[in-house]
Nanobody, 118 residues
Framework: VQLQASGGGLVQAGGSLRLSCAASGRTFNSRALGWFRQAPGKERELVAV????????YYADSVKGRFTISRDSAKNTVYLQMNSLKPGDTAVYYC????????????WGQGTQVTVSS
């Protein structure tokens, strides 16, 4: 499995960014894909998850109502639309995947930096 994250950048507070995670290597119908983030000096945080087969989603409270995770089965890509960005959203964002009914994310993409200026 290969995951390729992209779309990070520098944006002002209140702005938007869309991250993409291109997935390849196997079918994902029995998997979930998630976005994590890690800010300097902080623990890694699970931001959002989507189940590939039915599109069910989960969001951390810190991003609920501002971020939207979605998947495009035709493109094998998962997106994280981030709106109303805050300086506290600054972090390296990673996409990862796990089998359903497990908790361990076994494949990870490289990170993409998101910086939100005040």
């Amino acid at each position: 499995v290969q995951l390729q994250a992209s779309g990070g950048g520098l944006v002002q507070a209140g702005g938007s960014l869309r991250l993409s995670c291109a997935a390849s290597g196997r079918t994902f119908n029995s998997r979930a894909l998630g976005w994590f983030r890690q800010a300097p000096g902080k623990e890694r945080e699970l931001v959002a998850v989507v189940t590939w087969s039915d599109g069910n989603t989960y969001y951390a409270d810190s991003v609920k109502g501002r971020f939207t995770i979605s998947r495009d089965s035709a493109k094998n890509t998962v997106y994280l639309q981030m709106n109303s960005l805050k300086p506290g959203d600054t972090a390296v964002y990673y996409c990862a995947t796990r089998l359903l009914r497990t908790t361990i994310y076994d494949y990870w993409g490289q990170g993409t930096q998101v910086t939100v200026s005040s």
